[in-house]
């Protein structure tokens, strides 16, 4: 038998991948939340693919905090055009 070796349910399942990243992403800030009153819950899954999950994670994450194009959707837009129209 090798050391360290196991069949736990973290073992046994498969690396998260970019799906399960960016799901993970999209509800972080609900597992924030839950995570402040359960500390058996995490926000990232630490079995994951790599780089894969992370850019999952990172694009969920910022459709769920409104995106990176939320912010200057309008900052080039004179506000005068839309007053008077």
């Known amino acids: 038998m090798h050391g360290g070796a196991g069949t736990g349910p973290a073992e046994a399942a498969t690396a998260a991948g970019f799906w399960q990243g960016l799901w993970h ?6 597992t924030f939340l839950v995570s402040l009153f ?7 899954e630490v079995h994951n693919s790599g780089h894969f999950y992370d850019a999952g994670f990172l694009i969920g994450a910022s ?3 409104g995106g990176l194009a939320r912010g200057s959707c309008g900052a080039n837009r004179p506000r005068d055009q839309a007053a008077s129209s």
């Open 25 to 30: 992403g999209l509800i972080a800030p609900i």
């Open 38 to 44: 359960n500390s058996a819950v995490g926000i990232y």
């Open 63 to 65: 459709i769920a905090f």
